[in-house]
Structures are given as structure tokens and as C-alpha cells.
């Protein structure tokens, strides 16, 4: 099944003064599902890669090709990873959902950028040149 996701671009075609990025150029991200209360530290304006659990403040949307074992493989190794299990089905889902919600919003190469105000997420998006 053809689905649109955000995935981490590491080196975006504009650069802002507080963007960062420690991700794996291209992997699939999610929201962070805790944003803590300090702003120094950047959770509250980044994605997080799947794999290498790091963050990234901007993301590009594209279209991946994946079954929905694919999907939950994906994320129980996410949850187990980075959460060691904290993290149930029903969580992961809410994360997946949440941020293939986000995707499914924008046009592919879509660069997107995040900040987290209380329980949302003020994106910001800048199309990908014509
Ligand atoms: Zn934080």
C-alpha cells in the first residue's frame, strides 16, 4: 500500500538558524511522544527517525510502498528501542496515525518544519520548487 510519511532530511534546501538534525537522512520519523518543558532542548520542534531514534527539525514528505506488517513490525522495534517497551500497540498506532495524518496533508517533497504548542503541532511547510 502505497502511504505517504515524513522522512527525515537532514540537509534541507533552506537552512534556518535553529534547525538541527541527528537523524538518518530519509527515515521514516514520528511525532515525539513526550515534548519536555525545556525549550534548550529541541524536542518540542522536531521528528524523531524510527531507526536511529535521533531528532530532526525538518522532514520531507514522501510515498513509501509498505504492508501493514511492515508498518507494525516498524514500530513495536521503534517502542522497544527507544521506549524498552513502555510504549503499547495502541500507542504506536496513535503515532503512526499522527504523523501519517500530518503527511497525508502535504504534497510530496514538501519540507515541513514542527513546533509543539501545548497538545498541538504548528507545522510549517515549504513546497518543494516547481
Ligand atoms: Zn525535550
Redesign the pocket.
Known amino acids: 500500500m502505497k502511504i505517504k510519511v515524513l522522512t527525515a532530511l537532514t540537509n534541507p534546501p533552506t537552512r534556518e538558524a535553529d534547525d538541527f538534525s541527528r537523524a538518518t537522512d530519509g527515515e521514516i520519523c514520528v511525532m515525539?511522544a513526550?515534548?519536555?518543558?525545556?525549550p534548550a532542548?529541541?524536542?518540542?520542534a522536531a521528528v524523531i527517525g524510527l531507526t536511529s531514534h535521533a531528532p530532526t527539525t525538518t522532514a520531507a514528505v514522501a510515498e513509501v510502498d509498505l504492508t501493514l506488517d511492515d508498518i507494525d513490525t516498524m514500530m513495536s522495534r521503534y517502542a522497544q528501542k527507544a521506549w524498552g517497551g513502555l510504549m503499547d500497540a495502541d500507542d504506536t498506532r496513535a503515532l503512526w496515525q499522527e504523523m501519517t495524518t500530518i503527511a497525508a496533508g502535504y504534497p510530496i517533497g514538501a519540507v515541513l518544519r514542527f513546533r509543539a504548542q501545548g497538545d498541538q503541532w504548528i507545522i510549517r511547510a515549504t513546497r518543494p520548487a516547481a
Open positions: 515525539p513526550i515534548v519536555c518543558d525545556n532542548c529541541g524536542c518540542g
